[in-house]
């Protein structure tokens, strides 16, 4: 921007200040919903709307628009339309300045055993401050969590020595994903000639695949694998090139994805044939060139898992997956499924794998939304399908309590390294 740019822009701020009497102008809740309607209407993946009168429903929405007051409001009324079309990947985001924005405690409550308890804790939260950690059972109402911003929620809970106490925690805004620990791995030999590598990745982002190459570059030699998955909130099709030290060597199609151009034109679902004969993919590996590929071919692009030769794993393999793997991760573990003989250990997926994208829709209103659909080898419509477990397992408070981690005990035992 250059200095005159920025000094319009400035007094063009402090123009609309001194008109509103010091005040920024009241939003068009109007005009932002229908740039709402109008841009899930015209990027939306699939021409038929699931079966959804995406015009209808807009219209029901709509005629309550006048009675919204404020950006709570309106993100409640956007979002309960969005729900409509009963996929993933579909949110309105306020402004980061909002009051619609959610709060939260540091703290991730679960139910188990019966009772609301704490799983994880954030670092950086007043929850950890305050004392909070895996086992505490909450004893006051759910809804005592929930409040405005740096607000304080004043709770009762009972830690894993049974003792019950008052604590006062702040209410935060907590990012998503609440952490960026990227990939980690590590190896452990429990006897001689046995060794267990653990791989845990929580994200496929750009630069995964590049991540995926160091770790399966250390973790070669053992001779069993865990890929530890359940934090892993998806990312793009970097995840394929780590399916590919896995998968059978040879040309074989991972996943399609199919935008709404192509689908339009198509008329119908997509087949194995259509799949098959998709315009083939190899090596997309960011956000940026999984978006241009799909441009590229009107809207279709097959992508291919990598013929790694010798560098192909070839010993036992136990995926660990539980509600927070979603979107990519997903698609790892289809393919994973498909393709190998992996065991997976833990709980359901998310059940939450399409392709996004977030628009700008105006006054720092983000609109996120499927613009691409995903469909398996044989034609296997993947929309939101969750990969659910080999061998359940779940967490008691007890094992919360001990630290301990059902999941990886029970892969430990399956790549081979029980205890004499």
Known sequence: MTRLRKVLAAFG??????????????????????????????????????????????????????????????????NAMLRELKVSHTNLWPPSSSSARQPALGANFELVDGAQTVTRVSLLSDAWRQGLRPGDVLESPLDALNGPLGSAADIQVRNCGGAGRRVSVRRELIPFPPEQPGWRWTTLSP??????????????????????????????????????????????????????????PGDAPAVALFARPYLKSLGRSPTAADVLSGPKVVGAYTDAAVFKAVSDHGGEAVFYTEGLGGKRYAQPVVVLIGPNTGSAAEGFAW??????????????????????????????????????????????????????????????????????????????????????
């Open 13 to 78: 701020c402090a123009t609309a200040l001194v008109m509103t009497g010091g005040a920024a102008p009241k939003t068009d809740y109007g005009r932002l919903f229908d740039t709402v309607w109008r841009t899930v209407d015209e990027n939306f993946y699939d021409p038929s709307f699931h079966g959804v009168d995406w015009t209808v429903v807009g219209a029901r929405y709509r005629s309550r628009v006048a009675a919204v007051g404020d950006d709570r409001e309106f993100n409640v009324l956007a």
């Open 191 to 248: 006897r001689p000639g046995a060794s267990i590598g653990y791989l845990r990745a929580d994200r496929f982002d750009d630069g995964a695949a590049d991540m995926a190459d160091s770790a399966m570059a250390d973790l070669k030699d053992t001779s069993g694998l865990i890929i530890d998955l359940r934090e892993n909130s998806g990312g793009n099709a970097s995840a394929l090139r780590l399916a590919s030290y896995f998968l059978p």
């Open 335 to 420: 393919a994973m499924r498909g393709g190998s003989k992996a065991r997976f250990v833990g709980r359901p997926t998310a059940g939450a794998l399409l392709s996004s994208e977030t628009f700008p829709v105006g006054d720092g209103w983000k609109l996120t939304i499927p613009v691409q659909g995903l469909w398996g080898p044989q034609g296997q419509d993947y929309r939101d399908k969750a990969i659910t477990p080999d061998i359940a397992s779940r967490s008691t408070r007890k094992d919360l309590c001990r630290g301990g981690d059902p999941d990886l005990e029970k892969a430990i035992d399956l790549v081979g390294a029980r205890r004499p």
